[in-house]
């Protein structure tokens, strides 16, 4: 199984800012079958981002995702206080799929 | 618009089975990849298993046997059995629509059940 690691675990930043969230996988995940999702509290994870940098139907451009091979990165331009939750990463190349730990973005 | 409800009795005694369904609204469940994603409180994700409408399954190694997902086309609805419960599988049991049978990503949701394992 793919092991993905996360880091910050948690990021204090303020609204305005631009955040980068870091996944790094235990090995190269193939076709760039990286995902990112955002996840309020008491609410299901919402899908941001999927084959690495496509955003889901919906997603406002400030964010977007890049990354290739073994590195991820989900940067949000300018943060807006909704945006203020646990972001996991998934890479569903290989099987299982498997998640990160999730970073928590809070405000700062 | 796609909605996926979970359904199921939120407290089940350990060594028994866990039985949630989950009904999809606004979609046809052949059309798609069916699967069950649980999260331990305060802690991440963990996908567990999916279905196809023909019944076809995958499952996650790491529950073994424990797992069984299945599907009912006449209700629109799969359902997840997870047998000889402790309470390490305390948790909030998502259902969850991926794009396809190799691991998805998943792009519809339902809200979670949470799910305690007590006597």
């Known amino acids: 199984e793919i092991v993905l690691t996360q880091s910050p675990g948690t990021l204090s930043l303020s609204a305005g800012e631009r955040a980068t969230l870091s996944c790094r996988a235990s090995?190269?995940?193939?076709?760039?079958?990286l995902a990112w999702y955002q996840q309020k509290p008491g609410q299901a994870p919402r899908l941001l981002i999927y084959g690495a940098s496509s955003r889901a139907t919906g997603i406002p451009d400030r964010f977007s995702g890049s990354g290739f091979g073994t590195d991820f990165t989900l940067t949000i331009s300018r943060l807006e206080t909704e945006d203020f939750a646990v972001y996991y990463c998934q890479q569903y190349g290989d099987s299982p799929c498997s998640f990160g730990q999730g970073t928590k973005l809070e405000l700062k | 618009q796609v909605r996926l409800q979970e359904s199921g009795p939120g407290l089940v005694k350990p060594s028994e089975t866990l039985s949630l369904t989950c009904t999809v609204s606004?979609?046809?469940?052949?059309?798609?990849?069916w699967s069950w994603v649980r999260q331990p409180p305060g802690k991440g994700l963990e996908w567990m298993g999916n279905?196809?409408?023909?019944?076809?399954?995958n499952y996650n190694p790491s529950l073994g046997s424990r797992v069984a997902i299945s599907v009912d086309m006449s209700k629109n609805q799969f359902s997840l059995k997870l047998s000889s419960l402790t309470a390490a599988d305390t948790a909030v049991y998502f259902c969850a629509r991926g794009l396809r049978f190799q691991p998805s990503h998943f792009d519809h949701w339902g809200q979670g059940s949470l799910v305690t394992v007590s006597s």
């Open positions: 279905v196809y409408y023909t019944g076809s399954t």
């Open positions: 606004g979609d046809s469940i052949s059309a798609f990849f």
């Open positions: 090995q190269s995940v193939s076709s760039r079958y």
